[in-house]
């Protein structure tokens, strides 16, 4: 520990996993699930893209959905490969403020993207005649737009002021990627208003959108009840549930990360429940989201039977 203390403006990530053959063993299963999220968003992205058939609010929400999470998992995990590889656990002040960017900018916005898609579902089965008014292009271009831009808004204010506090202690970071909750306990003042920034923030972004999500999928739920088909009840009530599980797997980590005093927090419980959102939810979404639709599964083999007939 003592090499990592250094003068320099570098950060220093203590990374993921120890350094021994256990470590090892979690690493080799980090790598497939990152390549498994990588193809799978990137995928479903390209496909949306190609298929006319799925220029629809609903896909295009979806595309957003995978593009966030495929830049989500090559801004975290790329470079907690690498120092566990290589033992390269400096990264510079630049890189770590690109991070903290972008990181914030997609847990922000993707939590808003992931209110809007439930709103969608809402609107879709629960007013269907109204759909084409209520989900059009342009409000699907706006709800987009907003997420997005919402979540930059957010992601600079937390950027600058974690760049711009001294760090009078070591610079290392007890994470596998520059975590303001981890950063913020290396300073040398206190810290306790931008706490309640964070705070707000969490609810503001994650808490708020997921009570919107409950609230539609209630209303969803409630709506099916009274459909005559058995069959579509089912389905429906899978769907459902799925959904919320996927949302809940998202969600219920981050803000019990930010919403804890710093006094209560515990580097290597943040750790393990960073992996649930920034590694495994993205590779669950295209699965759940995508994957299972049908009009996804036959998009996928119109793209095929084009790729093919254009070779020959």
Request: charged letters at 10%.
């Amino acid at each position: 520990m003592a090499n990592y203390n250094q003068t320099s403006t570098d950060f220093i990530l203590l990374g993921l996993f120890p350094p021994s053959s256990l470590g090892l063993f979690l690493f080799s299963l980090t790598i497939p699930t990152f390549l498994m999220a990588l193809t799978g968003n990137l995928c479903m992205v390209l496909l949306i893209l190609l298929d006319t058939e799925l220029h629809k609010p609903m896909y295009f929400l979806l595309s957003q959905l995978s593009l966030m999470d495929l830049i989500y998992v090559c801004t975290t995990v790329p470079k907690m490969a690498s120092g566990f590889l290589f033992g390269n656990k400096s990264i510079s002040f630049f890189g770590c403020g690109v991070q903290i960017f972008f990181f914030l900018t997609l847990a922000g916005s993707e939590g808003l993207l992931l209110m809007s898609m439930s709103y969608d579902r809402y609107v879709a089965i629960c007013f269907p005649l109204h759909y084409p008014i209520r989900m059009n292009r342009r409000v699907c271009v706006l709800m987009i737009l907003g997420s997005w831009a919402m979540g930059v808004v957010n992601s600079c204010v937390h950027t600058v002021y974690v760049l711009h506090i001294p760090y009078c202690r070591s610079r290392t970071i007890n994470h596998f990627f520059c975590d303001i909750t981890a950063m913020v306990t290396l300073a040398c003042v206190d810290t306790w208003v931008y706490e309640y920034s964070v705070f707000f923030s969490t609810i503001s972004f994650l808490l708020i959108p997921f009570m919107v999500i409950l609230g539609s999928y209630g209303k969803v739920l409630l709506a099916v009840y009274h459909m005559r088909s058995q069959e579509g009840r089912k389905k429906a009530y899978a769907t459902c549930s799925t959904h919320l599980t996927v949302v809940t797997f998202y969600i219920a980590p981050f803000a019990y990360t930010y919403l804890r005093p710093k006094s209560f927090r515990s580097p290597t419980e943040d750790k393990i429940l960073a992996v649930f959102y920034t590694i495994l939810t993205p590779v669950l979404n295209p699965v759940i989201y995508s994957l299972r639709n049908k009009e996804v599964l036959g998009a996928l083999w119109r793209v095929a039977q084009r790729i093919c007939s254009q070779k020959t």
